[in-house]
């Protein structure tokens, strides 16, 4: 089965500096990928997906990059502010099987 | 419109109780799914339904049971409870492949 990969567990940031977490997926057939966001005491919410048929998909401050040879993604997050502070997730998926594999989550703290 | 709604918000138990957690969306969606979070593992996939009346087994099955009562509603089962269940339980649904998974805000369990 797939196993996804993140890195880092713990990420520290000066506001208004750029985020940046990489994941790391195993199964070649995988082609969507989805980050969520986790804040306190509540549920995953996705911010940004990607398809395999595109290497790059910005949304205002948020932009995932994937590298389909090298089967690895990543967020970035620019301009950074306190309300992004949050657990980052990243997932894998290929069309046709709905389940995600969620990679172990990315606590992100930004320094007023 | 309340998205996925998650009963009960906590959870204490005792070992070998057995308990019912319950998730209902208003979105009409067509796939549910149960993960259970534990600290650095991330989100994992105990049960999902890809359609009223079909359910199938996730990474982490053993010890629970599911129910897809209707299209709206999916339930968890935990027959004789044990303190390796303790956890954080999500419930998400969505539409069809490639679409955002929508969680609950969660169960919060722990089994004594």
């Known amino acids: 089965g797939e196993n996804v990969e993140q890195h880092p567990s713990t990420l520290s940031v000066q506001e208004g500096d750029s985020a940046v977490i990489k994941c790391t997926y195993s199964d070649s057939a995988s082609n969507y990928f989805p980050w969520y966001k986790q804040e306190l005491g509540k549920g995953p919410q996705l911010i940004i997906d990607?398809?395999?048929?595109?290497g790059e998909k910005k949304d205002q401050r948020i932009a995932v990059t994937l590298n389909k040879t090298a089967k690895h993604f990543s967020l970035h997050i620019t301009e950074t502010q306190p309300e992004d502070s949050a657990v980052y997730f990243c997932a894998a998926s290929n069309f046709g099987n709905e389940k995600l594999t969620f990679g172990t989550g990315t606590r992100l703290t930004i320094i007023p | 419109n309340a998205g996925v709604t998650q009963t009960p918000k906590f959870q204490v138990l005792k070992t070998g109780q057995s308990m019912t957690l319950q998730c209902a969306q208003d979105m009409n969606h067509n796939s549910m799914y149960w993960y259970r979070q534990d600290p650095g593992m991330g989100l994992r996939l105990i049960y999902y339904?890809?359609?009223?009346?079909?359910?199938d087994k996730g990474e982490v099955p053993n010890g629970y049971n599911v129910s897809r009562l209707n299209k709206r509603e999916f339930s968890l089962r935990l027959e004789s409870a044990a303190p390796s269940q303790t956890s954080v339980y999500f419930c998400?649904?969505?539409?069809?492949?490639?679409?955002?998974?929508?969680f609950g805000d969660g169960t919060r369990l722990s089994i004594l």
């Open positions: 990607i398809r395999s048929n595109v």
């Open positions: 998400a649904s969505t539409t069809a492949s490639y679409q955002p998974q929508h």
């Open positions: 339904s890809a359609s009223e009346g079909t359910t």
